[in-house]
């Protein structure tokens, strides 16, 4: 029996044996080759190619699949990571655009299920987390965009954040709150002052009073309340204005009527109170201006007023300013520079009704913002601080 080797050359008349035939099989074999992995790279779905903005509609779209869920929803869209805020706004866009073409989205002050979306971070990844009650307990949904897709807008902010804190909430009309950390004559003698003890004074405007709170410890406790004796508010716009002068005083501007509120010049003494009548603006004539049919019972309130905030992490200036200018809808806070726009904020804060007022403390760390909760039809005071890293 002849054993055949395993390797042997090709027969003297097999094509290969030609140099011309072998160069000619090579390039068809390489060509077949190639086919077949771009075919292969065709048929594998590309996770990298998804936007985040598919990213979130997926989302969407899963929650929308979800059969035991409650028929109307209400959306609360947070963003704890260090994501840009203009781009969490526009990932929220995005979600509840989707969202509302597949199922009804209430109102915010209507009662429905509320739908909870947390965006999360990891070291690679930025995650979504959609939570929603149903009829066979809490419904959850993932979907996560790679960190490298935000790149571009990764580096401003610094990783800034806002952080809010409620100090106080009533029923009746708030129209300005005013935080002053020192006062003088109000410490006892050696005690320093209140913002090295920890306290601070809360100056809340009503239409009827000027009512002083004292902050310790994150509670306020009234202090002394200053009343408008004789005087009769009377704006539908809810103007009404409190500033600290350099003289300390506080200074009290409302409709008809100026006001200044002297501190006390030793300790255990109270605030006292000076009022004079200010003279209204006179509606312009009808033959003047196309806006002479406003009346005082159709005033309309303009935004409030944007402040200042200093960065404890660098030292940085920037600006909170209001989103809404619509005040039958809930609102935000956004945290921006000089040089930025509204949509290119860094970080925001979200509230259940429209910022009403703004005021920044007197070192510019924190703000105090007034606003009208649309769900409880009550007003809060909250604090507004920035808060470094992630």
């Not at 090709?10 to 090579?26: Q, T, V």
């Not at 065709?42 to 035991?68: F, K, M, W, Y």
């Not at 959850?140 to 897709?149: D, G, I, K, P, Y």
Request: proline share 8%.
């Amino acid at each position: 029996m002849r054993i055949l080797p395993l390797l042997s050359s090709p027969p003297c008349n097999s094509p290969l044996s030609n140099p011309r035939w072998a160069l000619i099989f090579s390039s068809r074999f390489l060509f077949f080759i190639f086919i077949a992995l771009f075919s292969v790279t065709l048929c594998v779905p590309n996770a990298s190619a998804q936007t985040p903005e598919d990213a979130v509609r997926g989302l969407a779209r899963r929650v929308a699949e979800i059969h035991d869920a409650p028929e109307k929803l209400s959306v609360e869209w947070t963003n704890i990571s260090s994501l840009p805020e203009s781009e969490s706004i526009l990932l929220r866009e995005a979600f509840l655009k989707e969202l509302s073409s597949r199922r009804p989205i209430a109102a915010p002050e209507a009662p429905a299920a509320l739908l909870q979306v947390v965006v999360r971070e990891t070291p690679t990844d930025f995650l979504l987390v959609a939570r929603l009650p149903a009829a066979a307990g809490e419904e959850v949904r993932m979907a996560s965009v790679a960190r490298t897709a935000f790149l571009p807008v990764m580096t401003r902010g610094n990783g800034l954040r806002l952080a809010k804190q409620l100090l106080w909430q009533q029923p009746e009309t708030i129209l300005d709150a005013v935080e002053i950390a020192e006062i003088p004559g109000n410490a006892p003698s050696g005690a320093g002052t209140a913002a090295a003890n920890g306290v601070a004074d809360i100056f809340v405007l009503k239409p009827d009073a000027l009512a002083i709170y004292r902050d310790g410890e994150g509670r306020l406790t009234e202090f002394q309340e200053l009343p408008f004796s004789g005087y009769k508010y009377v704006s539908r716009a809810l103007r009404g204005e409190a500033r600290r002068n350099k003289d300390g005083n506080i200074a009290i501007t409302l409709p008809g009527l100026n006001c200044a509120a002297h501190g006390p010049a030793t300790a255990g003494e109270r605030w006292s109170m000076q009022c004079t009548p200010a003279t209204l603006p006179q509606p312009p004539s009808p033959a003047t201006s196309p806006v002479a049919s406003l009346t005082p019972s159709t005033e309309v309130a303009g935004e409030p007023k944007p402040v200042t905030l200093t960065s404890s992490c660098d030292a940085t200036s920037w600006r909170l300013i209001a989103e809404a200018s619509d005040w039958t809808q809930p609102d935000r806070l956004l945290l921006v520079n000089a040089e930025m726009k509204r949509e290119e904020a860094v970080a925001a804060l979200d509230f259940a009704g429209p910022v009403r007022r703004m005021t920044s403390a007197e070192d510019e760390n924190s703000a105090l913002a007034v606003v009208f909760n649309l769900s409880s039809g009550s007003y809060e005071i909250y604090r507004i601080t920035m808060v470094c890293g992630r």
